[in-house]
């Protein structure tokens, strides 16, 4: 017999699944909490007991975007590779979650509202930040050790590749005609690389 799943995590993302939806639909400032317990079916009192706010359930969404993202880097074999052949896996992976998060932007916003605000959204900010610094910075060491990458710092390498990364999402918040994100990342990423490259 298979073992039973577990109701609490079925129930949970239930509640998460119902509102993504809502917040796309209506907005994050515009959404209530008995929307989410309306498309779910379930009580406002059941609903407070697995997300306390607004802000709890969008801590949620993007906490299971980066999981889904990490449980994706586990699977590349970055090793078998050269090191800038494994940064363009790394950022063909950031990039798929990216476009979902541009698909998403009412809650994009209001998680960017919420990372100046709530420290424990900026706690979630930096674990994740070391997470992404614990797959890139091995990346470009590795590269620096065969010869691939000029002697550089690793560690600066990986931040300003986040810089790129983060930095080209602010600017299309600010002006869409100007920055195509997918493009602007790659680009961006590009021309760090080059930067880097051991001269023959």
Same mark, same amino acid.
């Given at each position: 017999?298979?073992? /039973?799943? !577990?109701?609490?995590? %079925?129930? #949970?993302?239930?509640?998460?699944?119902?509102?993504?939806?809502?917040?796309?639909? *209506?907005?994050? %400032?515009?959404? @209530?909490?008995? !929307?989410?317990?309306?498309?779910? +079916?379930?009580?406002?009192?059941?609903?407070?007991?697995?997300?306390?706010? *607004?802000? !709890?359930?969008? $801590?949620?969404?993007?906490?299971?975007? &980066?999981?889904?993202?990490?449980?994706? &880097?586990?699977?590349?074999?970055?090793?078998?590779?050269?090191?800038?052949?494994?940064?363009?896996?790394?950022?063909?992976?950031?990039? *798929?979650?990216?476009?979902? =998060?541009? #698909?998403?932007?009412?809650?994009?916003?209001?998680?960017?509202?919420?990372? &100046?605000?709530?420290?424990?959204?900026? #706690?979630?900010?930096?674990?994740?930040?070391? @997470?992404? =610094?614990?797959?890139?910075?091995?990346? $470009?060491?590795?590269?620096?050790?065969? +010869?691939? &990458? @000029?002697?550089? !710092?690793?560690?600066?390498?990986? $931040?300003?590749?986040?810089?790129? $990364?983060?930095?080209?999402?602010?600017?299309?918040?600010?002006?869409?005609?100007?920055?195509?994100?997918? *493009?602007?990342? /790659?680009? +961006?990423?590009?021309?760090?690389?080059?930067?880097?490259?051991? /001269?023959?």
């Amino acid at each position: 017999m298979s073992p /039973r799943p !577990d109701v609490s995590d %079925e129930r #949970k993302n239930q509640i998460i699944n119902a509102a993504e939806g809502i917040f796309r639909k *209506k907005g994050f %400032e515009e959404a @209530r909490m008995d !929307d989410i317990a309306e498309e779910t +079916g379930l009580s406002k009192g059941t609903l407070y007991l697995y997300f306390k706010s *607004k802000d !709890d359930l969008i $801590i949620a969404i993007l906490d299971r975007i &980066f999981q889904r993202e990490f449980q994706a &880097f586990e699977k590349l074999d970055l090793s078998s590779v050269t090191s800038t052949k494994a940064v363009d896996l790394f950022v063909d992976t950031v990039m *798929k979650d990216i476009k979902l =998060m541009l #698909k998403m932007m009412p809650i994009a916003y209001q998680f960017l509202a919420l990372a &100046f605000r709530n420290t424990v959204v900026q #706690k979630a900010l930096k674990i994740y930040l070391n @997470r992404y =610094m614990d797959i890139l910075i091995p990346i $470009i060491q590795r590269g620096i050790d065969s +010869g691939e &990458f @000029r002697k550089v !710092d690793a560690r600066e390498v990986a $931040i300003v590749s986040g810089a790129i $990364i983060e930095g080209t999402m602010l600017l299309w918040i600010y002006d869409k005609s100007l920055v195509e994100p997918e *493009k602007h990342i /790659r680009s +961006g990423m590009r021309l760090l690389l080059e930067g880097v490259q051991a /001269r023959a």
